[in-house]
Every structure is written in C-alpha cells, then in structure tokens.
C-alpha cells in the first residue's frame, strides 16, 4: 500500500489550500484515513481523521478551519483548509490505518505514511 499526498504550497495568512492523498495497492473502503503535521521544532499531530464510514474529527486548532473528507471512487482523502494561520506552517503527512482482523489484538492494525507535503504561511 502506497500513499501520495500533493497540493502544498506557499500561501498568505487567509488563503485557502487542499491537500489530496491518493491510496494504491489496498482496498480504500477499508482504511481509516487521517493528516497529520509537523511544524518546526513541533512534534508530529493528528490534523484530521475520517474513519471507514465517514465520521470525522479535528484537532482543536483546526476545528471550523479544516475539512477533511473521502472520495471512494478516486481513493482519495482531502483536507480543505481555510483561513490557513502562519502556526499552520508544517509539513503534512498523510496516514492510511487498517485495523486488525476480528479477534486480533490492535498491534496487529496496518498503519501507512504518505512522503508529506509542505504548507507554508505567510503573514
């Protein structure tokens, strides 16, 4: 299973931007899919996840800024971010979390990183 994350940039403190994340070589339907970032010196963050069946959440700097969102069809997962911050500097990375068969304990669960996509803002 592989992960392609494209759509950062530079952009001015407001502006708008889409990260996209592509999945290959795995069944889409079955994962859980998420962004995460890391900022200078900062340890990596969860951003956003969406889960199997469409259920999301949000880090709470992000919570009414960012949408993250799944497209079966195209075995994709965005993330929407308005209003980008200059704090929203980072490198985005993109997660793929398969979890264990039924009965198997969670160190089985299958977890994937994408090669991550910088964002930056500018004030």
């Known amino acids: 299973v592989q992960l392609q994350a494209s759509g950062g940039g530079l952009v001015q403190a407001g502006d708008s931007l889409r990260l996209s994340c592509v999945l290959s070589?795995?069944?889409?339907?079955?994962?859980?899919m998420a962004w995460y970032r890391q900022g200078p010196g900062k340890e990596r963050e969860l951003v956003a996840r969406?889960?199997?069946?469409?259920?999301?959440m949000y880090g709470d700097s992000v919570k009414g800024r960012f949408t993250i969102s799944r497209d079966a069809a195209k075995h994709t997962v965005y993330l929407g971010m308005n209003n980008l911050k200059p704090v929203d500097t980072a490198v985005y990375y993109c997660?793929?979390?398969?979890?264990?068969?039924?009965?198997?304990?969670?160190?089985?669960?299958?977890?994937?990183w994408g090669q991550g996509t910088q964002v930056t803002v500018s004030s």
């Open positions: 997660n793929a979390e398969l979890p264990p068969p039924e009965g198997y304990p969670s160190s089985y669960t299958e977890e994937v």
């Open positions: 070589g795995g069944t889409f339907s079955s994962y859980a």
């Open positions: 969406v889960n199997r069946w469409g259920d999301s």
